[in-house]
């Protein structure tokens, strides 16, 4: 039988097409690969830390998720190593996601025990903001929902850091961020420190009637 024979747009038509197969074929075998490191984000955003490091850039958008992933797990030491290595990079790398990472850094100190660095980090927060909305207010406006907002949390996370010195002072702490912008995330911290103050409060009436 004699050959089929193929015109010159019919075969670059086939040759894409099958082109386009095995492309497929070979990105569903990588990504059943590697869909054990997906089944969570921290094993995803980890996977992507390795790789960034194997490849000598590890960019600020994977060091902010893969912080982020290990505070929600709980490895708040870890946390801090990588969220310090964000707060390395070159600001201008950085954008506007330097406020919440310097907030779930500040969370994680504070998990992890370091309340000086906490609260170190967060009033450099605060000043920095502070000084942006004086700015925006000097120029005849103000600063957007999201910055307030901000700025109440980190008043609110300032607040749970100072509970251990000066329970007066952590009051008016939350007080100050509520004023400011009550979101969720602010009425959570406020609950916290309710409770963290009455368990303050048992402690000590158990200690005056161990001392008295």
């Known amino acids: 039988a004699e050959a089929p024979r193929w015109r010159g747009g019919a075969w670059v038509g086939w040759y894409r097409i099958a082109t386009s197969v095995m492309l497929v074929v070979a990105y569903a075998k990588r990504t059943a690969m590697r869909a054990p490191e997906w089944n969570s ?10 790789l960034g490091t194997e490849r000598g850039l590890v960019t600020p958008h994977t060091l902010q998720n893969y912080a982020t992933a290990l505070a929600w797990e709980g490895e708040y030491e870890r946390a801090v190593a990588v969220f ?3 707060e390395a990079k070159p600001k201008d790398e950085l954008g506007g996601t330097i406020h919440n ?3 779930i850094l500040s969370l994680s ?3 992890a025990g370091k309340l000086e660095e906490a609260t170190d980090l967060l009033n450099t927060m605060i000043e920095r903001m502070l000084l942006n909305r004086q700015e925006a207010m000097a120029e005849g406006g103000d600063t957007t929902s999201g910055q307030k907002a901000m700025l109440a949390r980190a008043y609110a996370v300032l607040a749970l850091c100072t509970t251990h010195e000066d329970t007066r ?3 008016k702490l939350m007080m ?5 912008q009550p979101d969720q995330m602010v009425i959570t911290f406020s609950r916290e420190l309710d409770q963290n103050m009455a368990d303050l409060s048992t402690l000590s009436r158990h ?3 161990l001392l008295g």
């Open 109 to 111: 100190y504070r998990l």
């Open 169 to 171: 002072a952590a009051a």
């Open 207 to 209: 200690l005056q009637v």
């Open 41 to 50: 984000s921290l094993t995803l955003w980890e996977s992507a830390y390795k």
């Open 176 to 180: 100050k961020a509520n004023a400011i």
């Open 84 to 86: 310090e290595m964000f």
């Open 101 to 103: 990472c310097e907030l």
